[in-house]
């Protein structure tokens, strides 16, 4: 089961700022990274998981810089199957989740087109916190996994606004 929801932390941005400057200090100092995930977007109820986005110039600058992320606490882990993935854990609790994208990749991730629409559109926001809430509630009574529970939410979300930007329909879950 999904750790609770909790209500949007300030303190997000700055906790996101010092594991960017963290990444690039242990990776490439060049690497762009961005927020993504329900903790990127103000007010919105989150898992109080700091989710990353790290645009990559391929997978070999992502393996070049593997052992050293590793080194300092990062590990592979996670369904992902279509980009490396990195999570870090602090007391056995997951806090961060690094997803690294070819630069080939950047624009058309849908992490970062959801991120952005749900910045633009606040009522979309809602409807996808009301997603999650239900989601947590549907894993715990075990009728659903809590990612199946708000998938078709973030599916619909993200087909509009894929399509708001010219971009083909894609299947949103990458597990």
């Not at 715990?140 to 619909?156: D, L, M």
Request: with cysteine; hydrophobic share 45%.
């Amino acid at each position: 089961m999904p750790r609770q929801l909790v209500s949007y932390d300030p303190a997000w941005p700055g906790r996101f700022a010092e594991i960017a400057a963290e990444l690039r200090a242990h990776g490439d100092p060049d690497w762009v990274i961005e927020h993504i995930g329900s903790t990127a977007v103000p007010g919105m109820r989150a898992k109080p998981i700091i989710d990353i986005a790290v645009r990559i110039e391929s997978v070999d600058d992502f393996d070049a810089h593997r052992g050293a992320l590793e080194a300092i606490g990062w590990e592979i882990g996670s369904g992902v199957r279509s980009h490396p993935v990195m999570v870090f854990e602090e007391h056995g609790i997951r806090t961060r989740i690094a997803h690294f994208f070819a630069a080939s990749e950047w624009d058309a991730v849908n992490q970062r087109i959801l991120r952005d629409w749900l910045l633009a559109h606040p009522e979309d926001a809602d409807r996808y916190t009301h997603a999650k809430c239900d989601a947590v509630a549907a894993a715990a009574r075990g009728t659903s996994t809590y990612n199946a529970a708000k998938g078709p939410v973030i599916q619909e979300i993200v087909d509009r606004a894929r399509q708001a930007q010219g971009l083909p329909h894609v299947d949103a879950s990458d597990k």
